[in-house]
């Protein structure tokens, strides 16, 4: 049989196993996998890896955060996720006063749909203004938004009873409850003495945000998820504080999961002592914590204890984030950072090649893993029948990180100048090519927003 498209010659890197094998795909799966398989367009992989397309559940696209917007949009943030190597992603919603949160899905659907050019899914928000609409949570599942993304933390901070009640809504249509953790009330009262002692640059971002409360809010949450017995998912963990709550949770038969986050990865705290905007530029929350923090993080992931790695990309321009340096005031400054093309080939450049991960640990924490916690039941993995959202990754290729290199839409990166191992030399989305020789040959609007579940 002669399909549409063979990938030949590849070796095959999954979540479980590693093996040399083509790859037929049919209209947009996975049609077969074997030897000596031929199509009618055929694309040689010899010397590559093939993984699935990796998934990335924690993004922030075209998203209004206080005075600001983060600046790439559905297309121009999925076009750089296509670039490195994601083919799915997950963003957000918040409802505004006059929508039901089914209107505020259709809303944000409506801005999405004729932009990206990969697949997504949305979390719906539930801040203090939604609890009194917990009654629309089981409509919201069913359209297909499978997670609720629960914070503890800024304007949309829950207090303990509006976590509980929201955590038994969301665990009534067994959805997945994903968490910012931090002690908010920790963080205002520190914020506010440093600011009232004239400590103002952003050296004291992270001194106002310790990994100790970190720690602190992912337990508390952690016991009030027990106390409801749903399963639970937390965001951007930067510390062992934080690991360790998941892991003592994870051997008491809990089904809580934990991510970390490129820059928690490859950065550490020194980052806020540079001069002026540079200082500014790696605010984000949590915040970016020492080199023990880095290290226990990497462990994490090698062990087990932590299980995926996302972004959290949330790009502001220098000029929004030098806004918190000309008010003297860290507090003002937009916290959010970058990553969202060069995550996939971070974990396998600091990881894989340090021997801190082995290729298929790789693959579990930026693709399976993620498609499976986020309920895209036809991702992440290669398998007959899944979506062909494939990658032909080079793993000798060198590269150099910087805004004239990535695709993102703003003028700086954290990565300025850090050199990589390895990077996706074709993307492929339900069996397209998107992504070739770095040009993107895909077209916008051609992702689909997925509806999300996880079964009864």
Known sequence: MSYDLVIKNGRII???????????????QIAAIGQGLSGQREIDASGKLVTPGAVDIHVHLEMPIGKFTSSDDFFTGTRAAAFGGTTAVVDFIERQPDETMLEALAARRALADPKVVIDYGLHMTIGPNDIAHLDEVPAVYEAGCGS?????????????????????AIGDVNGLP???????????????????NGRTTPHYHPLSRPALMEGEATGRVIDIATLVGTRLHIFHVTCDNTVQRIAAARARGRSVTGETCPQYLLMTQEAYDRP?????????????????????????????????????????????????????????????????EMRYTAVYSQGVKRGLLTENQWVAACCTTPAQLAGFNR??????GYDADLVIFDPDKEVTLSTDFLHENVDWTLYDGVQLQGWPKTTLSRGRVIVDDGEFVGERGDGRFIKRGFGD
Request: glycine residues 8%; proline residues 5%.
């Open 379 to 384: 991702k992440g993995d290669i398998l007959v």
């Open 148 to 168: 609720f993304k629960l914070y503890m933390a800024y304007g949309l901070r829950l207090t303990d009873d509006q976590l509980l009640q929201a955590l038994k």
């Open 276 to 340: 002026g905007v540079e200082g500014a530029l790696p605010v984000c929350a949590p915040p970016i914590r020492y080199q023990d923090s880095q290290d226990a993080l990497w462990r994490a992931l090698g062990n087990g204890d932590l299980q995926i790695v996302t972004t959290d990309h949330c790009p502001f321009t220098r000029a929004e984030k030098e806004t918190g340096i000309r008010a003297n005031d860290f507090s003002q400054i937009p916290g959010g950072v970058p990553g969202i």
């Open 14 to 28: 999954t979540a479980h196993t590693s093996y040399n094998a083509d790859i037929a795909i049919q209209g947009e």
């Open 178 to 196: 994903v968490v910012h953790a931090e002690n908010w009330d920790v963080i205002c009262a520190l914020v506010a003495e440093n600011l009232r």
